[in-house]
């Protein structure tokens, strides 16, 4: 399969934002890899033995479910741990598996931001393919500048799946994507910003990015655990107007 491009991200913190629930918390992170480039149509194609039209794009169109999946035949493939394990569509992440992994809400944004603090890490004209560009797909990875951990596209182009479920209370299973795409205007294509899909949903400007590190811990690992899903997902607090939690 064509290599996987990783860059090692050193151990740090992360501040993440829950918009509906007002809340600021502080995610402290060991070190991790995580990939260059989003997964490209290549890189997919070769893992499921088919051709690629547009083989430097972004692969789009890729579920949740079916992102997992790719992260344990890429780990299959060059003989590492897989990271996930299934019942039915019943995910675990094993977080001490070296394989490959989708990163968590709080690794996306702290390799995204790369040190900055701001919305962007650079002027979106420079960074970022976005709504401004005028075009009707995803342009090949690389094209625009990197950020300071020579990251490329974590704004713009494709949005990216993440780890962690956005809101459970509100969306039951729905999980993050972040990093905005080529369609979005530019209040979207922001490193804080947060949207998420059922784990069954594609998009055509939804994509992935590969991310690695195993870490000493069950169910808990790098800003995310299990017993933080559950919290989130019960709803005895005061509801925002209009809004009925799902049952």
Same mark, same amino acid.
């Given at each position: 399969?064509?290599?996987? +491009?990783?860059?090692?991200?050193?151990?740090?913190?992360?501040?993440?934002?829950?918009?509906?629930?007002?809340?600021?918390?502080?995610?402290?992170?060991?070190?991790?890899?995580?990939? =260059?480039?989003?997964?490209?149509?290549?890189?997919?194609?070769?893992?499921?033995?088919?051709?690629?039209?547009?083989?430097?794009?972004?692969?789009?169109?890729?579920?949740?479910?079916?992102?997992?999946?790719?992260?344990?035949?890429?780990?299959?493939?060059?003989?590492?741990?897989?990271? %996930?394990?299934?019942?039915?569509?019943?995910?675990?992440?094993?977080?001490?598996?070296?394989?490959?992994?989708?990163?968590?809400?709080? +690794?996306? +944004?702290?390799?995204?931001?790369?040190?900055?603090?701001?919305?962007?890490?650079?002027?979106?004209?420079?960074?970022?393919?976005?709504?401004?560009?005028?075009?009707?797909?995803?342009?090949? =990875?690389?094209?625009?500048?990197?950020?300071?951990?020579?990251?490329?596209?974590?704004?713009?182009?494709?949005? +990216?799946?993440?780890?962690?479920?956005?809101?459970?209370?509100? %969306?039951? #299973? %729905?999980?993050?994507?972040?990093?905005?795409?080529?369609?979005? #205007?530019?209040?979207? =294509?922001?490193?804080?910003?947060?949207?998420?899909?059922?784990?069954?949903?594609?998009?055509?400007?939804?994509?992935?990015?590969?991310?690695?590190?195993?870490?000493?811990?069950?169910?808990?690992?790098?800003?995310?655990?299990?017993?933080?899903?559950?919290?989130?997902?019960?709803?005895?607090?005061?509801?925002?107007?209009?809004?009925?939690?799902?049952?």
């Amino acid at each position: 399969m064509t290599d996987i +491009e990783l860059a090692r991200i050193g151990g740090g913190s992360v501040v993440l934002h829950d918009a509906r629930r007002k809340m600021r918390r502080t995610v402290t992170l060991e070190p991790f890899e995580i990939g =260059v480039f989003a997964v490209t149509e290549e890189q997919l194609a070769e893992l499921l033995g088919e051709p690629a039209s547009h083989p430097r794009r972004p692969a789009v169109d890729v579920s949740w479910l079916r992102a997992v999946r790719m992260c344990n035949a890429a780990s299959e493939w060059e003989g590492l741990d897989p990271a %996930y394990m299934f019942d039915g569509e019943e995910v675990r992440w094993q977080v001490d598996a070296d394989g490959y992994r989708l990163p968590t809400e709080a +690794e996306w +944004e702290f390799a995204c931001r790369a040190g900055s603090s701001a919305a962007h890490y650079g002027p979106l004209v420079d960074v970022a393919w976005t709504a401004a560009d005028g075009h009707r797909h995803p342009q090949d =990875v690389g094209g625009k500048h990197p950020n300071l951990h020579g990251l490329f596209d974590t704004l713009g182009n494709v949005w +990216e799946w993440c780890w962690d479920l956005l809101d459970p209370a509100r %969306y039951r #299973d %729905y999980r993050v994507f972040r990093g905005g795409g080529f369609a979005d #205007d530019a209040w979207s =294509v922001r490193a804080g910003t947060r949207r998420g899909g059922a784990p069954r949903m594609h998009h055509d400007d939804v994509g992935l990015r590969l991310a690695r590190g195993g870490f000493d811990a069950v169910d808990a690992a790098q800003g995310w655990s299990t017993a933080a899903d559950r919290e989130r997902a019960l709803s005895d607090g005061p509801l925002p107007p209009g809004w009925t939690p799902l049952r």
